[in-house]
């Protein structure tokens, strides 16, 4: 059995392993962040707590799904807002929580809607017992203009309510960012300058998922209408590693917790390279429950093990550095598909995408059902590759354009 | 012809199939396929780690649980363990449990993971006699545990039925080689051309001795007793596997028996080219003992199978069968007759007493037994498995352990 030291620190505090409930329906009470922590996470975020001022009322249904082929869940939509017990309920588990899992980290998430409910909020969960704030500047489904992606879309305000919770607490602080703008790093420099320690990144994309055809009302129907909400799940994990790997480029050391449809060890590994230190799950623990948790860290050990490393931290953002502007990569070459034709099966995919998708390339032999790659048309685009259902086309042969620096050698290339 | 013998009869899964086979498992809670596996393989454990891409914690899954993850992959009849509670049987068919598993004991292999652990040695010395499936897998199980163990083989190989018994086709002798090898290496010594003659001996000499020593002589019917044109099924797949398929078969052939030993039988006698197979079966279909599976490969292959007949009367090669519910009388010559019919213990000649069911009665004090000739339940790889599991955690508690 692999056995390896998943802990990291984050904002000093000491994560017994880096994964975490983000702050969402999956840790809405103690019962709930009570099998989770019994179940491996290292961290939980408890569900969004708001002033006491704003009631809470959700709608019914709130959630649709996204579904491609005979996978459905690629995406997730959903219109919950924030936790909806009180606020003396929500302290009173914080408090039982710390007490008795005082080894795992217990991040509160506040959203207030000016500087002093934020800055009362931030106090209270400090005497709760919270390790760490999170601050929400995010949900893009508050039914107030006041609180959620609207803040966390305008810098100034974002910096304001990071100072008035600093006030609050002395407790470590991260700001979680909506992903529903354009440049994060703005936001982000904004609230670091107003005290946030660190960054969470993303919280739900706006979003219309479905759009029932005879009706013709979005998806969910709450009484024959529908609103645009937070979108998640697998399907935004590229929009979250794009923000982060920004985040990291733009502001740069920033420690950063990673959100956005991590469900294996994999997600994991890649919101680690790209430079989160923990990850926060929800859309995963909603379709699958808490234990998707065992084969993430599981996964993660094995990673360690074949990547010869002892501490996560030392994975932490080593892909930034190869993740650069479009004009600076090398445009000197073309790699060709090599056909593995005992693997091919025939099914003439490869030539259907190259010729209506790409550059007409992949010829097709009708007697034998074969593709043949002309490389006087190919562009090396390798669309043909991805479509192959047998993954019988690789990256074959490399070529050095005619445009290509003088004395470029093949060797020299890494694919 | 040996080719078709020697050839694994079902392909393994590709990285992309065993995913498509995985995401048809519906993840269940409190999964019925792992409370139905005799061995506790814990079969939603592992397809949940494939489905989400911890291929290397499932193959830990598989082997914690069961030390020979890579052959039970293979051979276990999961029709009626795993497969049958299977949720996903509501919607279509079951999940294919046993390839899935290959498929992780496949990446195991390729991987060069080495899973099995040992603890300390603590100075306690056990003996186990057989080196079939649970003499393997009780060696394998008190070695992890600090045992120092030797395990005592009459044969030139180790591996009991899984090596003589169980046809290349459908358990290929590289999978038992290399499932033997992890079991050597956590410290387990092999003896081998070595048949205990002396028990009393060795139970002086040890802390503990195991017998699991199986059942694996295959019970001859008195009407042919001593014709030369008669042989055990047990006997013929041992000759088959040793000589690697390349055996003399005459082209029309009988066999009489209608369990997995007799669908193994059919089965190699049609992959070796051999033309009419005839399969006479006292059971009828309702009855069928063989596993779906194990039947359904004997059907694809060609045989001819009669079910519901006994055999009455033997006239030269001429074999006379009743029906056992109707009027009717079926008979067929043929010039080899092999019998599939049962199979018995030879624990008898270690000074055992055996009883009816071929289960040992007399294991007392440091001897125990395991596998078949325990009261283990199924004569199959899995049970023997599960066998070893009790028998290791008996010893061990015996022993003081804890």
Redesign the interface.
Known sequence: MVKKDLSITFLGVKFPNPFCLSSSPVGNDYDMCKKAYDVGWGGIVFKTIGPKSYVINEVSPRFDTLSKEAEPFVGFKNMEQIAEHSLEENLADLARLKKEYPNQVLIASIMGNDEATWEDLARKVTEAGADMIEMNLSCPQMTSHAMGSDVGSNPELCKRYCQAVKRGSKLPMMAKMTPNITDMVEVAKACLEGGADGIAAINTIKSICNVDLNKKIGMPIVNGKSSISGYSGKAVKPVALRFIQQLRMGIPGVEISGIGGCETWEDAAEFILVGSRTIQVTTGIMQYGYRIVEDMKNGLMHYMEEQKVDHLEQLVGLANKNIIPAEDLDRDYIVYPEIDKDKCVGCGRCYISCYDGAHQAMEWDEDSRRPTCNHDKCVGCLLCGHVCPVGAISQGEIVFKKTAKPGRKIKDIRL | MSEKYMKEYEAGY???LVMEEA?RCL?CHDAPCSKACPAGTDPAKFI??VR???F??AA?TVR?NNILGAICARVCPTERYCQQGCSRSGIDKPIDIGRIQRYVTDFEDAMKMD?L?KKPLNGKKVTVVGSGPAGLSVAGLLASEGYIVKVYEKEAKAGGYLRYGIPEYRLPSTVVDKEIKRIQKIGVEILLNTPVEDLESLKKENDAVVVAVGHSKGKMLPMFAGKHFVKTAVDFLHDVKRKKGNVKVPENVLVIGGGDVAMDTVTTLRLLGVKQVTDVVYETFDEFKASKKELQGAQDEHVSIIDGYVPVALKGKKVVFNHRFIPAKLEVKADLIILAVGQYTEAGLLGLEVDKLQQVTNAKGNLFVCGDVSPSGEKTVVYAVRSAKETAYAVKKYLGGK
């Open positions: 590709t990285p992309k995401s993840l949940r780690s989400f891409r911890n290397k914690g830990e914690i899973i652990e």
